[in-house]
C-alpha cells in the first residue's frame, strides 16, 4: 500500500502539490482526475521518484522511499507518452527489460500477446506509430506481476480493441488484489476500471473517496455526471 | 693496472756506439710504471729529436713540461693522471707530438688555465689520438702557430660552468688544424680567440655547457663538416670577417638563448649548405653583412632564422625551410637584404606556369611570430584557432608584418640538399 | 550497469550521425594523407579538426542525446535502478561511441598510411577532449530543461573554449607582458581543456619553439614527460568534475 504524507512540490513559483494525504491500499482501484495540471502526472511521479517531493513523506508498505529505489520493483509504471531508443527493436525493449530487473517470478507476457506484440518483435521504436507505443509500454507496466501499478492516461491512442483488452486485463489485477491507479479524462473507462475517485484541482487534494459514495451524494448513476456535477458544487463553494 | 711502491725504473736503450754517434739527435727512450727513472726525468733528460715510449700504465706524474722537440708517443694508451691537481703537460717547445695518450683528471683553478696539454708559444705542435678524460681545459694552444690537433676524445664531467674550461682552446694562433676530434662536456667545446687562417673540420663537439663552437676575432677561417648536437647555447661566431662554414649539422641546442649557430658582427662570410635541426634557433643574426646563405637546411626548428634588423646586405637563397615553427622573425620592418628563391613548406602559392616558381610571393615572417617575439608567453597559444585567425587575417591585409620582406620566388619544390660530403 | 550500457551503447552506434560522424573523420584524415606525403604536414591538418570539430561534436550530439534519450531515461528511472547508475550508463554509452567514432575515424588512415610522430599524441589528444565534452554537455542538459537552451549553452561552452578564452589570454598576456608570466600562463592553459589538449601536441610538435621560453621551471616541464603527466592530470579533472557536478544534479532532478 502507497501512504503519502503532507507532499508538497512547487516547480519555481507554481504550487503543483499543495500538501497531499492519501492512504491507498490493495485490491482498491483508484482513479486520479483532474482538470489539465492540477497535479495528476506530478503525483505520479513523486511516488515513483521521478520527481522529488519538496516536503512530506511517501511510503510503500510502510518503507519510506525518499532516496531509494528497490521499492520500484513492486511497480509496474506505464507512461503518458513512451518513448523509447529510436533504433533498437521491440523485442530487444522486452529482453532489456527483463535483463535489467532481473525479476525473480514470473513474467507476465499476456498482454503482449494479446496486442500480438510478438509478431512485430524485430520492428525498430521509431518505426512504430503512437499506439503501438502505447501497447509496448502497457505490456512493459504489467511484465514483471507488479503489486502496485500506476498508468498514466492509458487508454489514449489506442484502438477500441486494444483498451478493451487493457481494460479487462486491469480489472483482473484488481480482483487479483493489487493496488491500482489510473488516470484518464475518460469517465466510462474509469467508471469500469476505478473503486475510488481521488480529485486534484490546482495542487490541492478536492476528494478522496469510493465511486458509489460519490454518487449517492450527487444523485447521479454515471460517473461522468456525478463528477461534473461534484465539480460545479465544489467550485460555487469556492466562489 | 696496479702501481706498486717501486720505484719507476728507465731502460735506457743503447743502440749499437756507432749507431748511438751517427743518430745522436733521435735517442728513443721507454718508460715504464714502477720504474727507476720516472717520467719527469725522461721527458727532462730527452733532448730535441729524440723519441719518448710511454708504456701502458698509470702515471701521476704531476707537471711535465716539455722544452725540447720531442715525439711523446703512449704505447697501448698509457694514462697520465693530474690527480686533479696539476697541469699534466706543458710545452714551450717547437713540432712537440704528441699521440695515444690517455690524460685523466687535471687540477682546476680559477686562476691558471690548468689543461691536459698547454702549448705556449710552440709552433707546430701535433696532438693526435689522445684520450682527454674530466680535464679542466683539454689541449690548449697559446700564441702557436701551425699546428694539428686530430682524432682526440675528450670528455669532462663537472656540474656546473665554473669547474669546466674548454675542450679545445685556441688564443692567438694561426694556420691551425682542428680535425676528427670528438669533444663533449666541457665550458666551449672548440674555443677561437684571435686564431686565423685556420680550419676546423670533421669535429664533433656535443653536450658541452655553453658554445659547441666559440668563435671571436677570427678571420679568414674555414669550419666544415663539424656537427654540433645538444650544446648549452649552441655555437657562437662573433666579430669574425670572412668566415667559411660549409656542410655542418647544427642540431638540438635548446634554450632560450640558445641557437644552433649565433652569428654577432660577421661580414662577408659564407654559410652553404649546413643543416639546422631541432633547435630553438637555428640562426640568430646580429650585425652581419654580406653573407651569403645558400643551399642550407632549416627543420623542426622554433625559429628557423631570427634576423635582426641590423643586418644588411646578406643573401639567403636555395635553403629549405621545412616543420619550422616558425621561418623567419624579425625586429625591424626595414628589409636590406635578399631572400629568393628558398623552399618554404609552410607556401600554399600555386605555379601556373609550371616552371616550378611559385607564382605569389612567400612572406616568411607571420604575424604571430611578431607578437612572441615581443611577448614570449603568447608562444603558449600557438597553432590555437585564434592565432589561425590573426595568421590569416594578416595574410590579407598586412598590418604588423613587414610588407616587403617576402621571397619573390619561392620555389614549388625542396632542393636537393647534400648537407655532409 | 553494463547490461544497461550494453544497450544504450546498442543504441547510438545504429545512430547514423555516429556513422557519420566516423565517415566524417575517416574522409578528411585519409584526403590529408592523400595529398600530403609529408606525414608531419597530415598532423598538423589533423590537429585542426582534433582541437575543433571533435569538441563540437561531441558537446552537440551529446546533449542532442540526452534530450533525446529523456523519455527512455525516464522509462529507466520508472525501474528499480539506482539513478547513479542510469546517469553513469549515459554518460560511459555515450563517450565511450563518440571516442570509438574518433578512433576509428582518425585511427584507420593512420594504420594504412602509418602513424606518424605526433600521431598518438594526436589520437590521445581527441580522445581526451571527447570525453571533457562529452562531460560538458551533460552538464549543460542537467542545468536546463529546455533543449534549445541547453544546446545554446553547449554551443557557447565549444565557443567559448576554442576562441574566446585565447583571445582573453591573449590580451591578458599582452597587457601583463612586463611580469613574470611563465607559472600564470601555466594556470591560465589549465584552466581550458581545449588549450591542453592544444599543449600536448606542441610538446610534440613544436618542442624546440618551447624550450624557447625562459626558466628552469619550463626546461623540465616541457623537456620531460613532467608536461604531458601534467596535461593529462588537469584534462581528467576536466573531465571529472563537471561529469561529478552534473551527477549531483541529475540525482536530485525532476523528471
Redesign the interface.
Known sequence: MISIQEVNKNFGRLQALKNINLELVKGKSYALIGPNGSGKTTLIKCILGLVIAAKGKILIDGLSTAGKWQYREKIGYMPQIGRYPDNMKIGQIFEMAINIRKHPGQIDEELLSAFRLNDMYHKRMHTLSGGTRQKVSAALAFLFNPDILILDEPTAGLDPVSVELLKEKVIRCKEDGRLIMISSHIMSDLDDLASDIIYLYEGDLLYDNSIDTLKSETNESRLGKAISKFITQTHSIHD | MTVSAQLYFLIVLFSLPGVFLTSAHARIFHVYPNAKQNLQETIAMAGDGDTVYIHQGHYFSGNITVKNQLLIEGIDMPVLDGNLKDEILTIAARKVIIRGIHFKNTGRSSINDLAAIKCLDAHGIRVENCILENTFFGIYLSNTDSSVIRNNRLEAFAENEYQLGNGIHLWKCKNALIEENEIKGHRDGIYFEFVTDSQIRDNISNENMRYGLHFMFSHDDVYERNIFRKNGAGVAVMYSRRVHMYYNRFEDN???S?YGMLLKDISDSEVIQNQFK????GIFMEGTSRTLFEKNLFA????AIKLQASCDDNVLRYNNF??N??DISTNGSLVLNTIDSNYW?RYQGYDLDRDGVGDIPFRPVSMFSI?VE????????????????LDKVEKIIPVITPENMQDQTPSMKPYDIHTRS | MLRLIKYILYDILRNRFILFYTLFLFLSTYAMFQLDSDTSKVILSMLNIVLMVVPLVSIIFTTIHFYNSYEFIEMMLAQPINRSVIFMSQYIAVSVSMSLGFFIGTGTPMLIYGIPDAGYALLLSGFMLTMVFVSMAFLASVITRDKAKAIGMALLFWFYFVLIYDALMLWIVYTFSDYPLEKPILALISANPVDLARVMLLLKLDISALMGFTGAFYRDFFGSNLGIYFAMSVLILWVVIPLWLSMRIFRKKDL
Do not use: E, K, Q, Y
Request: overall charge positive.
Open positions: 635548446w634554450g632560450s640558445s631541432g633547435n630553438t634557433i623542426m626548428n622554433g625559429w621545412s616543420g615553427t616558425f613548406d607578437i615581443r611577448v614570449p608567453p603568447a608562444i603558449m597559444l600557438w597553432r590555437s584557432f585564434l592565432v589561425f585567425l
